[in-house]
């Protein structure tokens, strides 16, 4: 189970983590932790601002006051729990102050500020498991760092599975399998280390991405294949749409590993595309449940079922630029996409989304309009590309539809027969061979209502 920081808010939600212990009390049970809301944004502000004496002190005592406000209200002022909370804070804080004198004379390198962002999930799992204890249950606090073992990737780090394993065996599997006693174990989520120990931090999604790195390294070093992801957020799941296009969307009750992975690619904020990597290849179920209904019997279950009758989500990339490159002469130049790629791949620019005509003579792709200029910029500079092709832009929007049914000619007719109604055109569409998902590229003042109108086509298509 994973808790994030809105979990984490006061007396009252530790209460509510108590109450969903008993509900699964027949069962072995990880917690992988979040830090409270809004620490590790401030842990990174004053990393960057050292600069800036004031601003740094006022971060830091703003994550003091947070973290003590919480044990204030959770403990029993001077008992021991609240006692080893506090002295916790206190050395934590000190040994961030250390790295801040390293950052000012080293600089903010990568692994300084992996460092740096830890100390977020470092502090709330160690009060967190404290609490557990203080409730008179059996629990241990076990920082990631010393069992997930990732690649070199500082602030996007991947496992290695293998050394990773090898720590769950060790580690974790013991006191799992352990016939005498029921005891809870607390992770740290969001950080592991690399192998010569620097500590990392797996990016966005990190914490969910930590419980199921877990799950995949327990179903291979453990006997007992009967494992649940469980990611305790403040929804109730993954919604078909987001609520700012519709009024009271559907909630997707049942999807498999490619849709999930489609519509959290492609917008869906509660879950990020590459949690589910760890899980899919062992068909390990994953839930999305609202932490203040935990008894809610609609939820979202990721696993292999799924209605293949069904459209599974709309979802749409707001701010997006279409970068057209087409041959100045209309003559075929073999080996454009490659270069175009290689272009966007030596600027660490992302390509969501490309269309090109039978031949090469003309290539649109998607870029994220934050990365807009720059992707123009390397384009311009590139000779093969100056000399040779005219290069166009546009901001756009990108609306996303995922779900197998897509897959039908009607169902893709009924699409643009919806958009038709209100005279939208669309500028580019893509959809590769046995895909899930079909992306239309439209005009950005059209989006609300191509959103609207294809959605109210194809209600009767969306789980009820």
Known sequence: MKFGGSCLTDKSAFNKILRIIDIYKDV???????????????????????????????????????????????????????????????????????????????????????????????????????????????????????????????????????????RIKRLILPILENPKKDIMICVTGFIGRNKIGYITTLGRGGSDYTATILAHSLYITGNDKNIKVILWKDVDGLLVINPIYVSEPSLIKNLDYDEAKHIANFGAKVLHPKCLEAIEKYKIPLEIRNFDKPLNEYFTEISEETNREQIKGISAVELATIVSVTSGSLVNVPGVLAKIFKTMSKNKINVSFVAQSSSEISTSFIVNATD???????????????????????????????????????????????????????????????????????DKENLFDAINIIHDDLYEEFES
């Open 372 to 442: 807009s200029e720059k992707a123009i910029q390397a384009l311009n500079h590139s000779k093969f590309f100056s000399d040779f092709f005219n290069i166009k832009w546009e901001s756009v929007a990108v609306i996303n539809i995922t779900g197998l049914k897509i897959l039908e000619n009607k169902t893709k007719a009924e699409v643009f027969n919806a958009l038709d109604k209100k005279n939208i055109k669309v500028k580019a569409i893509s959809q590769s061979y046995n895909e899930i998902n079909l992306s239309i590229v439209i």
């Open 28 to 166: 072995k049970k990880i917690f992988v932790i979040s830090a409270l809301n809004g620490i590790t944004d401030l842990l990174l502000k004053a990393a960057l601002n050292l600069e800036e004496a004031t601003i740094t002190d006022k971060n830091i005592s703003l994550i003091e006051k947070r973290h003590i406000d919480i044990i204030e209200q959770i403990f029993e002022e001077d008992s021991e729990h609240y006692i080893k909370a506090k002295d916790w804070i206190d050395e934590k804080l000190s040994e961030l102050d250390d790295a801040f004198a390293d950052i000012k004379e080293f600089g903010l390198e990568p692994y300084y500020r992996d460092y740096v962002l830890s100390f977020g999930e470092i502090l709330s799992t160690y009060i967190f498991n404290q609490y557990l204890l203080s409730k008179g249950l059996d629990s241990v606090y076990i920082p990631a760092n010393k069992i997930l073992i990732t690649t070199d990737e500082f602030n996007n780090a991947y496992p290695l599975y293998d050394l990773t394993n090898f």
